[in-house]
Every structure is written in structure tokens, then in C-alpha cells.
């Protein structure tokens, strides 16, 4: 089974800052990687698949980078409905998948 | 506009069997992906349940296999869960997603019910 771990665990960040989440993979999925966000009472949102395209109406704020092992979630300048928590899951053996156990983004 | 319900009981006790069912609309489950659960505990991360294909292909968590049975009504665009012998650690969060299942974005949730959660109680 392919272990996912995210760091920070929590992310305490000024509205208007960039915030840089990192997601890593126990081994390599390539590029089979997506982000998540989740707000309190919410279903998640797919925000980025492919570790680096943007979902269907995500803002240009949202980016993601990275291959293999390492990953890494960019939101470039936070507003306020970007608090949340941030998942990660990798497809690398779709359709089997796990995600990673989150980070959450609080105000700072 | 693809939308996705899940119903079912909020309390199951436990032992028993737990059945969810998710009803697609506005798409037809016959014309592809792949249809997913996915669970939250209270206060807790994402954990994949299983997923099906409308061909009634599944894929199951290991860790829940022995106990999970994912099964699709195309007549009905629907799809359903049973999972057995419930504990209390199985209150969560129920939700059920669409997989893609090609191109670049196979494998991602694209759009996801808006959950039911389920508490496992005597």
C-alpha cells in the first residue's frame, strides 16, 4: 500500500499571503496525484489532478508541482474562503487509492 | 449539471449490516467512470471504501474487503454499499464520488455527494 503524509500538519497564514503545502507518496506515483480542499459541513472539491492541472472553476491562485515522491500545493495569495483543509490522493494504482491525512489552513 | 445523493439509515446497530445508496442525476452511470464510497470519521481524514464500474467491475480498500459489497443499478442510475458486522468504528461520514476512469485525469473524485453521516450505536 502507498503511504501519503502531509506537512505541515497546520498552516496558520495572513489573508493575502501564499501558503505552500507539501504532500509526499511512501514511493513513487509519478504524476497520479490530486488535491482536495474541504470546508467545515463540505464534501470535498477536487482542486488539482495530474499534480499540476487545475479542476473545472478553480481559481488561478491554486497550483500544483512536483513528480515521483514529492508534491507540493501553492495557493499564492490566500482569501478568506481558502481556509480549510487540504488533501491529498494518489491514483498510481487506480483504481485503488489513498489519501494523505491532511493539512489544515487556519488564519493567522 | 451532474449531481450525487446518498440515502440510507443515520443509526445502524452494531453487528448489523450497513446499506447506503447513491442516485446519480444528470448523468447516466452507463456511459462510463468509475462510481466510488469514500468515509470520514467524525473530526478525522478521507478513507476509500471501493468503487464500481457500470460493467459491475469493484475494487475494494484491503482493509475493509471482507467486509464491503458495492453494487450498481444502471435501470435506476444508482449505485449502493453494504458493508457488514458494523462497529462503532465505523461512524463516519458517507460519501459517495464519481472516478474518472481515463485521460489525464483518470483516478481523481470529480464530484462528490454531499454525504450522510452514519452512527453505529446500540
Known amino acids: 500500500e502507498i503511504v501519503m503524509t502531509q506537512s505541515p500538519a497546520t498552516l496558520s497564514v495572513s489573508p493575502g499571503e501564499r501558503a505552500t503545502l507539501s504532500c509526499r507518496a511512501s514511493?513513487?506515483?509519478?504524476?497520479?496525484l490530486a488535491w482536495y480542499q474541504q470546508k467545515p459541513g463540505q464534501a470535498p472539491r477536487l482542486l488539482i489532478y495530474g499534480a499540476s492541472t487545475r479542476a473545472t472553476g478553480i481559481p488561478a491562485r491554486f497550483s500544483g508541482s512536483g513528480s515521483g515522491t514529492e508534491f507540493t500545493l501553492t495557493i499564492s495569495s490566500l482569501q478568506s474562503e481558502d481556509f480549510a483543509v487540504y488533501y491529498c490522493q494518489q491514483y498510481n494504482n487506480w483504481p485503488l487509492f489513498t489519501f494523505g491525512p491532511g493539512t489544515k489552513v487556519d488564519i493567522k | 449539471q451532474v449531481q450525487l445523493q446518498e440515502s440510507g439509515p443515520g443509526l445502524v446497530k452494531p453487528s448489523e449490516t450497513l446499506s447506503l445508496t447513491c442516485a446519480v442525476s444528470?448523468?447516466?452511470?452507463?456511459?462510463?467512470?468509475?462510481w466510488g464510497w469514500i468515509r470520514q470519521p467524525p473530526g478525522k481524514g478521507l478513507e476509500w471504501i471501493g468503487s464500481i464500474h457500470h460493467s459491475g467491475s469493484t475494487y475494494y480498500n484491503p482493509s475493509l474487503k471482507s467486509r464491503v459489497t458495492i453494487s450498481v443499478d444502471t435501470s435506476k442510475n444508482q449505485f449502493s454499499l453494504n458493508l457488514s458486522s458494523v462497529t462503532a468504528a465505523d461512524t463516519a461520514v458517507y460519501y459517495c464520488?464519481?472516478?474518472?476512469?481515463?485521460?489525464?485525469?483518470?483516478?481523481?473524485?470529480?464530484?462528490w455527494g454531499q454525504g450522510t453521516m452514519v452512527t453505529v450505536s446500540s
Open positions: 464520488a464519481r472516478q474518472a476512469a481515463s485521460g489525464s485525469s483518470r483516478g481523481a473524485l470529480d464530484i
Open positions: 514511493q513513487s506515483v509519478t504524476s497520479n
Open positions: 444528470g448523468y447516466s452511470i452507463s456511459s462510463g467512470y468509475y
